[in-house]
C-alpha cells in the first residue's frame, strides 16, 4: 500500500519545478512549430535553387517541384534540430529534464512483449485480407 502521509512535504533544500499553464505551453509549441516550418523551408528553397541553378521558377512550377515526394524528407530532417532546440530551451526554462517534460521512459518488458504480439496479430490479418485481394477473393 502507498503510504500518502509525506505527499505534501516539500524536500528540504530542493526547489520544485514551476509547471506551465496553458497558454505559456501553447506559446512554445507556436514558436517550435515555426521554427520548423521556417527551416525546413528556407532549406528546402536553398537546396531547390541551387539544384537547378539561376533558373526563375514560375509559381506552378516550383509548386510542383517542392511537392514530389523526395523534398518532404528534406523538409522534415531540416527542420526538427531547431523545434527540438526550441522545446529543449523552453523545457530548461521550466526547470525540468528534456525526458521527464516529455515524459519519455522506457517501455516494460510485458509493454514490449504486448506490441510485438499486437503487431503481429496485424500484420498477420493484412497479409491474408491482401492475399484474398491479390487473388480476387477465391
Sequence with gaps: MADFKNVGDPILGSQSARTWDFWETTLVALIAYGAFVLTGWMVLNVIL??????????????????????????????????????????????????????????PTGGEIVRALAITTIFMSIEGVVLSKMSTGGR
Design 49 to 106: 535553387a541551387a539544384s537547378v541553378g539561376p533558373k526563375a521558377f514560375a509559381p506552378g512550377e516550383f509548386q510542383t517541384l517542392a511537392s514530389q515526394g523526395r523534398w518532404y524528407g528534406v523538409f522534415l530532417i531540416s527542420g526538427a534540430p531547431p523545434a527540438i532546440a526550441v522545446l529543449w530551451v523552453a523545457i530548461r526554462m521550466a526547470g525540468r529534464e528534456f525526458g521527464e517534460y516529455l515524459a519519455l521512459s522506457w
